[in-house]
């Protein structure tokens, strides 16, 4: 039994996929970027810092925490503050290609750390198409605006990389680290 650090029902649905025994603890963190923070430096800090916040309240138990940062131009874009700033970002996105970084955390009494990055490319996205599927309520809450796994699927030309990393919780690198303390799902591994 393992504690995942996160209310996410697609981080959840992974860890289900693999057959792995977990129950549900979010953290309440301060998620914002420090300035001059890289990305990749972030997402090790708050994957960190969610699964040690829930440590502390799940003492003995091994607690797994990620976080995932969509990142353009050296910039992490965050989950869109309202419309325009979704439409903001989905028009940033628009015909480009971006990184998505998705570190996991894995606390017990030492903490271990997994990066995972992947490229995905957007294909040219209209303005009344981000409006439309701003509309569907599926960008709200996600990193850069989209859901690799939803709607958005209609603009992502190309993925290089871990789809379940884009999804927020990459399964080979979780994997790997749930290995390491003797927990194993479905396949055993």
Known sequence: MIVLASQSPRRAELLEQLGIAFRRAPAAIDERVRPGEGAADFVERIAVAKARAVRASHPGLPVLGADTAVVLDQRVLGKPRDRDDAIAMLRALSG??????????????????????SQVRFRRVSDAEAAAYWETGEPADKAGAYAVQGLAAAFIERIEGSYSGIMGLPLFETVNLLKEIGVSGRLGV
């Open 96 to 117: 480009r290609a971006h990184n998505v970084l998705t570190g996991v955390a894995l606390v017990t009494d030492v903490t271990r750390f997994a990066l995972s990055t």
